[in-house]
């Protein structure tokens, strides 16, 4: 197959990370400070690694973090971004030939070329061959969130808890959680902030769901908290709210951190509990778990995840798929809707 | 051996909790508040339980959490406070007559008749028979503040850290903990408040002592924490100041609360850090600690507790021993003293 010399792609416009005092929340504001449209050359994947012609590139939470270069690893400046995606490969490099010309689901890692380009570039190992059946829209979002998902009911479940808290649950990413706790007999219970949210939740299975804009919020949330009795609170928000239900839960509650929606940080009014009640805050981030968790746990994850989106009990729900040329005028308002996926189509 | 019908004790003017909206800082504003002087009925001693006269009662930033309503355990309307103390055993339960006699330290849990009074009652199991050559003033303090130290030592190695930080380090807990450290090579990193506790505290073996009131505070901490890459915040003050810390602290910081000295709570400015960089926020409490930790490991903290004050590695510094008639008076002030501890003689 030829490839051409060059090709379209969203690259970054800063090097590294930005300062503390740079930063705002995790939400996107606008996408032209961090990326621009440009013509670069196609890149020659290198050992163990593979070229992909991109068929949707996914937009997650972690991409908006790593562009404003508040993720876990440094920005580079001329590089696509965009850390997943899905598409077929168009070149192998040396221990990589087993892909060839294979329908894959890719995370590019740090390989410098993301999914937000005609071409990326992904390790083999990060790379998952598609099932027949997985349509490219599934496809496209079929490692970041399905496996954090998994790997969230496997936290909920070692912590031996029977219900656990969401915040932001009407996210892509929990509403996978909330079928998967349906599925497994865990009661999810989820916090929104719009009340239309709450019904299409429920029908998916969650337990409760709070509008957390309620005047009765908190007194409702520590209704259920000690009926319930959760003590793992999963949070994409760390703001003042996510404090609030963390004060609700009762002992040993932990608090999971995995993003950041509130600009507003939180305060810790009640640090007593820290002592008394055995509460404690820590941070999820899915490449430190995958990392911890091994092979053998990681292959199980990606099978189970092709497999919940086969059988229908998972589905991706698109708000819009842009080409790149339009990400710089739509991305972030696409973002800014509630219910859905952003994919980027090259 | 004849008992006198009635005692003089010190006792709790509220029962249970205090609400959150009434609460303060850990320290103590006056003690009227909360507890009176009386005269109330010599107790028995049930089974497993002994009477002792008590010779010196302690007082612990535990004691005022809990006169406060702000500890774990809730209060006892017109029972005597006082969790530590040492005195000689009067009368015992059934079970507990092996202490007849004896000289101990003990701490009262929760018998009700704590160690601020002629006589209080403890539970066999919580008594430590005292070695010759302790003295009553070391004696009233060889359970709570060495026990909390070596659990906190045990904390430091099983984290692998070779260097920690302590707040309020100039506390009588803290300056356990540096000794013992400095004794097994791991490097101490203390805060206070006031420069005059520099010295006297890299004397007894810190590696760095940090005013921080100073205006380079957060920057030298930076510094240090870059350098020898301290894992293990043993933080008593649970605010503003402990947050700054756990901001300057690297990769892993375990921010691990005992206590709160600042009324102001601590605000999280960076809970990005606890995903990327693994830190997480948790409290120490030596109730549960003991209790996880087996009779094995308990029993060997006590006799290294008591060979610690022998061998001259700890001692008690005494700021003041008050008679229980002028503790309403005085004992505030005393404990806003800096550096020492203070003591009820009945």
């Not at 009407?170 to 916090?191: E, N, P």
């Not at 337990?207 to 908290?225: E, G, P, W, Y």
């Not at 509650?253 to 820590?282: D, S, T």
Request: glycine content about 10%; overall charge negative.
């Amino acid at each position: 197959m030829t490839l051409p010399q060059t090709m379209r792609a969203l690259i970054q416009k800063q090097d590294g990370y930005s300062r503390a005092s740079q930063r705002s929340g995790f939400s996107l504001e606008a996408l032209d400070p961090y990326v621009e449209m440009a013509a670069i050359d196609v890149p020659a994947p290198g050992k163990g690694q593979v070229l992909v012609k991109v068929a949707r590139g996914a937009v997650n939470p972690s991409d908006v973090m790593f562009i404003k270069g508040m993720y876990g690893q440094p920005r580079r400046k001329g590089l696509p971004a965009g850390f997943e995606g899905c598409g077929t490969v168009v070149a192998t490099g040396e221990g990589a030939e087993q892909f060839d010309g294979k329908r894959i689901a890719f995370v590019t890692g740090n390989s410098g070329y993301g999914s937000w380009a005609e071409y990326a570039v992904a390790d083999a190992a990060m790379c998952i061959p598609l099932m027949d059946g997985i349509s490219d829209d599934d496809g496209a979002s079929m490692i970041v969130n399905p496996l954090t998902a998994l790997a969230m009911i496997s936290i909920v479940k070692e912590a031996g808890a029977e219900s656990f808290i969401l915040t932001a649950a009407a996210s892509q990413l929990c509403k996978l959680i909330i079928a998967q706790a349906a599925a497994d007999g865990l009661s999810a219970i989820g916090t929104v902030r719009r009340d239309e949210q709450i019904e299409p939740l429920k029908a998916l299975g969650a337990a409760h769901v709070l509008n957390q804009k309620s005047d009765t919020f908190s007194s409702d949330m520590r209704d259920i908290c000690r009926a319930d009795k959760p003590v793992v609170m999963l949070d994409a928000v760390a703001g003042p709210s996510s404090a609030a239900v963390f004060e609700a839960m009762g002992r040993g509650a932990r608090w999971i951190i995995y993003g950041r929606l509130e600009e507003e940080p939180p305060v810790l009014r009640e640090p007593g509990e820290m002592i008394f009640l055995q509460k404690r805050i820590e941070g999820f981030w899915l490449s430190r778990w995958l990392t911890e968790a091994g092979d053998q746990e990681r292959a199980q994850l990606v099978k189970k995840a092709q497999t919940n989106f086969i059988d229908g009990l998972w589905k991706t729900d698109v708000t819009e798929v842009l080409a790149l040329e339009d990400a710089a005028d739509r991305l972030a308002n696409a973002l800014a809707q509630p219910n859905g996926k952003v994919l980027l189509s090259p």
